[in-house]
């Protein structure tokens, strides 16, 4: 009978494995956090795989997604090729500094754009004002 872990006990077993073998987005992501080795078998129902092959390029992880049956025989060299975690971490910091300054940008390029648009708001009802009020003469 299978039963779904809950989330601690899912991120405890992540945390506390010599090793990740999964098909999971965020598997992968917890792997790489708490630096745990991993290899990412290819599954064509998931529907994150563009995420996965796309953090794993970022990272030069790519050789730890299992595709097809080809890559069974590279799964021994993998796994004794160590991963570089003070890379990654700097790759990932870096990404993170450049999100967060994309994201405050964009936030005050809105918030310009919203004080435009307010005043541009507040001129036309004022014109809207104006010309109801010559129409009632």
Known sequence: DYKEKAVEEWLSSIYYSKYYIGDSYHGLCFALIFHIPFLIVFDRKNSTIERIKDLLDFLSLSDRLIVDES???????????????????????????????????????????????????????????????????
């Open 71 to 137: 890559d069974l025989n590279k799964i021994n060299l993998i796994i004794k090729h160590d991963i570089d975690w003070d890379a990654i971490d700097k790759k990932i910091s870096e990404k993170i500094i450049y999100s967060k300054e994309w994201l405050l940008t964009q936030l005050e390029e809105k918030k310009i754009y919203d004080v435009e648009f307010n005043l541009l708001e507040e001129r036309y009802l004022s014109l809207y004002q104006d010309i109801s009020r010559k129409n009632d003469i």
